[in-house]
Nanobody, 125 residues
């Protein structure tokens, strides 16, 4: 099992940047693909980004492509999401998630077994 704790959320003006971090417990961090999802009030949870176990592959939702960057440090058991050029529509609770290797797309939340508690990101206009 793995436990995940997010940090780095907050309030930022449109056009600004935030960096979210996800710290994972356990010794098997490299066994997991890592994903980022978000949920805005009244909306479904949606995929944001993902990174493969070795960090060689990254995936992004079209809405954040070119603005967000997913990375990981396997030596430190951390995964980060750098968010630039933030927009008010990026406002949501952001979650990191972990899954064992899975043939299904990284876009599907139900393929992730482990979730953090979430961190609020608010972008003001």
């Amino acid at each position: 099992q793995v436990q995940l704790v997010e940090s780095g959320g907050g309030l930022v003006q449109a056009g600004g940047s935030l960096r979210l971090s996800c710290a994972a417990s356990g010794r098997t961090f490299t066994s997991y693909d890592m994903g980022w999802f978000r949920q805005a009030p009244g909306k479904e949870r949606e995929f944001v980004a993902a990174i493969s176990r070795d960090g060689a592959s990254t995936f992004y939702a079209d809405s954040v492509k070119g603005r967000f960057t997913s990375s990981r440090n396997n030596a430190k058991n951390t995964a980060d999401l750098e968010m630039d050029s933030l927009k008010p529509e990026d406002t949501a609770v952001y979650y990191c998630a972990a899954r064992r290797p899975d043939s299904r797309s990284v876009f599907y939340a139900h393929t992730y077994a482990y979730w953090g508690q979430g961190t609020q990101v608010t972008v003001s206009s």
